[in-house]
């Protein structure tokens, strides 16, 4: 049997990533974040009942708000790397190809599939766009 991949030593790839969107802290709206500078625990965020005690807020938990998610998450191609590990599984009549790259650390570092490397920049940014105008289809019928 002849194995073949899809990569050699030595080519250079590329990998594709949809980075995680910025996130902002907002203040809690029911307890506007208010801090008791009473607490000898940690500040924590409190509600004041009529009757002086203090409890954490119920919808922030005493966090005094919640980091969410801004902007838009999109696939943008990622980086070039070199090719520097080639294994190839065969098991009955499945063939698995696997990837270690030179920058990314070769016995010890990430494994890379076939399927997430790109033999230009052009064809990962191809893919990138598909995956972004997929996207906005999505985020315009929502």
Known sequence: MKLESKYNLGDVVWTITDPPAPRVWVRCTFCLGYEDPQSSFEARTVIVG???????????KGNGGEHILAGRICWEVAESLTIGLVQVKVTGSSIEETYMC??????????????????????????CDMKNSILEENNVKA
């Open 50 to 60: 009529d009757d002086g005690r203090k409890v954490d807020c119920p919808i922030c």
């Open 102 to 127: 030179k920058e990314t650390g070769i016995g010890s570092g990430r494994v890379y599939y076939h399927t997430s490397l790109y033999s230009s920049n052009e064809s990962a940014q191809c893919i």
